[in-house]
């Protein structure tokens, strides 16, 4: 069988990592270009428009107020690097005896340092940032606005949602007010307050560009996007509403050149407040799970599992012994609801799953066979992701499927674990459009498991024009929507 993975085409998001200072990195300056004065008949055709003008917030009462409470970090330890690193000859010498620089894929260890931002949630010293600023770190020096600095100490960090809580010595110290991310309107001012680049206490704004965002990686966390400037050294730092009260913890950015090009994205600060209760009490982070990996709804899905918009989490595997096999969940479910709450992408599912606690349990509303049924499962404890987010493959064409199937031999039926399904031999057509291999595994058909090419003819005979098969490539499941014409 083949043991190809599935490709993935996945969103480049680079984190915003603390930056190394070094005397080649020097930065141009250039001035900002000059006001211009509005023509009077743009300002009467907007004073004219149904929509009244937006005034943006006083940021400067904003910054006064809460930015002695935005402090710098400072980071330094030692982390990882390939033998290889640095060497250009390295490629060419790898595993001749004697030469110091062919590694043979090994690794050593190098200084580190670095810088982010947190800001102080408690006057005795509590501070959040993000957990890859401290990552590897040995001493931690928080700087405050009025310039006293104080060696910090990492009470927890949870890499998952990328949330790390630091405690300095000290009292009566300037705190934010934490607001509630819930209420932040797609095109709301924000401001964002950290140290790009080492440059403390830079203040940038920017409007909420939209919310809810599942970045790849980090399924767990629902972002919040803005076009706020954000660059290397904002890491940790706060996300404010017009209000002055902090929604999100600055995170990650996309960018191609490894700054601000426009998209920047932010920790809820709920998502983070749970986190950093958790961290303070237990001085560790427990995720639930529910052991299901899912994948998009896209239109050619919904036509194929008749619903009627493309929407929810579909189910593509369930792990034995889960939480969700348990409760009864099966491959090709489709999740539409949770405790009520709907789930309108599937990275929806594992940004409520992996904040809620183990043991607690979860009403899912599931469509299954072309009818709505509920679900009650009790969730597990994760060490780590909640779920995993499969790779989308969609294909569209005209005729026949295109299959050509033989059944498992036992040798091959032990080596899946006994999970039935029929093995693609050769493709072509509308199924290898949409990505099918041969050696690909087929389960099902629409959610049918298959056990029979006399069984697949019979369900693309009963099918409309898009069918969903279930393939496993190596250890991966996923549905693959197919177009019949």
């Known amino acids: 069988m083949n043991t190809r993975k599935f490709s993935a085409s996945h969103l480049a998001v680079v984190l915003v990592a603390a930056g190394v200072f070094g005397a080649a990195g020097a930065t141009a300056f250039q001035r900002a270009s000059t006001t211009q004065a509005m023509p009077v008949s743009a300002a009467s055709t907007l004073a004219a428009a149904p929509v009244g003008s937006v005034t943006p917030p006083d940021f400067s009462q904003i910054t006064q107020r809460y930015g002695p409470a935005v402090v710098n970090i400072s980071v330094t330890g030692t982390t990882k690097v390939s033998d290889d690193e640095g060497d250009p000859f390295a490629q060419f010498f790898r595993g001749f005896p004697g030469y110091p620089g062919g590694g043979g894929g090994g690794t050593h260890s190098v200084p580190m340092r670095g810088q982010g931002s947190g800001f102080i949630v408690s006057s005795d010293g509590i501070i959040l940032t993000n957990a890859h600023v401290v990552k590897d770190a040995k001493e931690v020096t928080v700087k405050l606005t009025d310039r006293r600095e104080f060696r910090a100490k990492v009470l927890g960090s949870d890499p998952q949602t990328d949330v790390a809580v630091l405690k300095i010595d000290a009292r009566n ?70 209000r002055g009260e902090v929604v999100g913890i600055n995170s990650q950015i996309y960018s191609q050149t490894g700054g601000y090009q426009g998209l920047s994205f932010a920790i809820p600060i709920d998502v983070a407040a749970k986190v950093k209760d958790q961290i303070v009490a237990h001085g560790e982070v427990h995720h639930a799970r529910l052991g299901v990996t899912i994948q998009e709804v896209n239109q050619a899905l919904a036509d194929s599992f008749k619903l009627d918009s493309p929407t929810g989490a579909l189910v593509a ?116 459009q949409a990505g099918i291999e041969p050696g690909d595994l087929l389960l099902s058909l629409n959610g049918v498991p298959v056990q029979s090419v006399e069984q697949v003819r019979s369900l693309v005979a009963k099918s409309g024009k898009n069918v969903a098969l279930l393939v496993q490539r190596g250890d991966a499941k996923i549905f693959v929507p197919v177009q019949l014409g």
């Open 173 to 242: 110290l300037p705190v934010v007010v934490v607001g509630n991310p819930n209420d932040l309107r797609v095109g709301e001012w924000v401001l964002a307050i950290g140290s790009p680049y080492g440059l403390e206490n830079t203040v940038t704004a920017g409007v909420v560009s939209a919310k809810g965002r599942s970045l790849p990686n980090d399924g767990s966390v629902p972002f919040i996007q803005t076009d706020a400037a954000v660059n290397p050294g904002n890491s940790g730092g706060p996300l404010f509403n017009s």
């Open 317 to 432: 595997s369930v792990e034995k012994n889960s939480p969700a096999d348990k409760a009864g969940l099966k491959s090709g479910d489709i999740i539409r609801k949770i405790d009520g709450k709907p789930v309108v992408a599937s990275g929806d599912l594992p940004a409520v799953i992996s904040l809620a606690t183990p043991g607690q349990e979860v009403k899912l509303e599931v469509w299954r066979n072309g009818s709505p049924h509920d679900i009650v499962a009790k969730l597990g404890s994760a060490k780590a992701e909640a779920t995993a987010s499969a790779d989308t493959r969609g294909g569209a064409a005209h005729g026949r499927l295109g299959l050509a199937l033989r059944p498992l031999t036992p040798q091959e039926q032990m080596a899946v674990g006994g999970s039935g399904g029929l093995v693609v031999e050769q493709v072509g057509g509308p199924a290898e």
